[in-house]
């Protein structure tokens, strides 16, 4: 017999991708779970895959550790996470764009909180979203 994979989108918002369960600390957001992202309702080593997109400049440092130690946490060995970070061009425009970001991380910072993982992989992208429309991210990919 099959066990359901357990698949998380943290941070969904009002987007949760398809296939995953989804987890936002807004009740309006239509979430599957109300929850922090910093407290995940999952025991140790029992989710299967994690995505989270525009969530970490969401949190000052300490927050962005404590969130990186609890994905650490509820992955299982072996399993990944994939995780899209808003970086914009400067920090007073990150700031302005959405006044309930907390940080501009740069690419070092986030490797150095997720260390612990057994791979990883920490890339800065300067992308065209469409033909007007270039884009400053940081794309991260993780495995217990």
């Known amino acids: 017999m099959s066990k359901q994979k ?4 943290i941070g969904c918002g009002k987007n949760k991708k398809p296939g ?3 987890i936002d600390i807004d009740p309006s957001s239509g979430a599957d779970i109300i929850a922090s992202a910093l407290d995940l309702p999952f025991d140790d080593s029992s989710v299967d895959e994690i995505y989270c997109s525009h969530l970490v400049e969401h949190f000052y440092p300490e927050e962005a550790r404590k969130f990186f130690n609890e994905i650490y946490r509820v992955l299982k060995k ?4 994939f995780l899209k970070i808003d970086r914009d061009w400067s920090r007073s425009r990150l700031f302005k764009k959405d006044l ?8 070092q910072e986030i490797k150095q909180m997720v260390s612990k993982f057994s791979k990883t992989e ?3 992208r300067i992308y065209f979203l469409n033909f007007y429309t270039l884009r400053n ?3 991260v990919h993780l495995e217990k």
């Open 20 to 22: 995953f369960i989804g």
């Open 6 to 9: 357990i698949k998380l989108d």
């Open 78 to 81: 072996g399993n990944k996470a």
């Open 122 to 124: 920490v890339k800065n």
């Open 100 to 107: 309930t970001h907390k940080h501009r991380y740069s690419e």
């Open 137 to 139: 991210k940081i794309f």
